[in-house]
């Protein structure tokens, strides 16, 4: 749990679904032309990682890959 | 398999007692077969983790054309079976077309320049509950009309026209209607809109179908028909799953005066009791059909090409693994995992629209009628026979 967190997202798999907006809107975006996932963290602070965590793990099209270093 | 073996089947779909959706005892590993309406066989997963692993698989299709698709009903020989621009039938990357020019329309910063919209709509609708006089039947005076004038505003829709589209969206839902009824009532929405289309064609307004028909159909990136049927589709998820979902928190709150008391006090609750709300009652009750495009495995259970299954999203938003007590309400369980708007790529595209209106309802009626009350007793509330899962009718009084 000492790790580092990443995280990466995959545009052509996001389905605009909003709920990493909704888990960790620090994070994660909804982008203003498609709807799909931007991200604005790609290094969060160590406070968001149970959030993006979450956002991963309920992402419904698995676009969220979190990475621990 | 012995002929003993065959009659031991479950017969789907399993019904509900009250609120409760009732399911066959399937064992510890909660995977099974079960008999379809229409003669044929389906595999039946219910737990959350197996959910989770099948609706983000892309070894099953959503599309009801391929051989062995489960329907969930008959239909009748003579019914067209297209998916045209509906897109909870379609499969990447026809799907992700779609679905790519739908995700910005109900994306959540969107939806929330439509909140004064909604919240103007839900007053409207309790005034007019008011003025109708005590007891009223909350169904017809609030939790149907609000997402219904609220879609018709979104897509262009004249809401005069809802007796129309509620009608035939009522015996397209019902597990009662026989199937040609069901083909007619399809046939009649296509047609309706199919009108409503050449209308905005030529007059267009600020709405999502005038768009579409200006900036998809005529640039030839979506055929007519796709409009149509991807109109039909909004039309009837627009109002339908939003209308039971109020008609039914309705009556869960009322049913849990404690809860109710604490969501009046503090009104910063109301999201997480949405989300426990559509946990608690995951309206889609059929779950989700999928068929098997090659051999592959969920849960360690094979499942061959060609095979049907179904996942259960109401006993998976009850899995005792991820919702302990998952048969309680309680809207301090924080049940963010639920699944009740789906899961993987076709998880429900409407849902910040679903959320905001739940909220924006839900505060508003508790707020505004502090004396809320049932006018029936519980015992005699009917339920619809729907594969929606709602209330007939919810007498009240305030």
Known sequence: MSGRLRVAVDRDACCGSGNCVRTAPEVFDQDDADGLVVLRLPEPPESEYDTVREAAYNCPAAAIEVTET | MSDTLATN?????????????????LGPDGVGRVQLPTGAQAWLFTRHEHLRELLRSADFSSDFTRPGFPLI????????RRPDGSLIRMDPPEHTKFRRILTPEFMIKHIRTLEPLIRQTVVDALESMRAAGQPADLVEHFALPVPSMVICHLLGVPYADHDYFQ??????????????????????MRAYLTRLIATRRDSPGEDLISRLAAERVATGEMTEEELVGLSVLLLIAGHETTSNMIGLSTLVLLEHPEQLRQLRERPELIDDTVEELLRYLTIVRTGLTRVAVVDTEVGGHRIAAGEGVIALLSAANRDADVFPDGEEFDLHRGSHQHMAFGFGIHQCIGQPLARAELRIAMSELITRLPGLALAVAPGDVRYRDAVVFGVQRLPVTW
Request: net charge negative.
């Open chain 2, 9 to 25: 089947i479950p017969t789907y779909p399993f019904g509900n007692a009250g609120l409760e959706p009732l399911l066959p005892d």
């Open chain 2, 73 to 80: 009903r008959p239909i009748p020989e003579d019914m067209p």
């Open chain 2, 167 to 188: 009608e035939r969206s009522r015996i397209l839902l019902a597990w009662s209607s026989p199937p040609e009824q069901v083909r007619d009532a399809i046939e009649e």
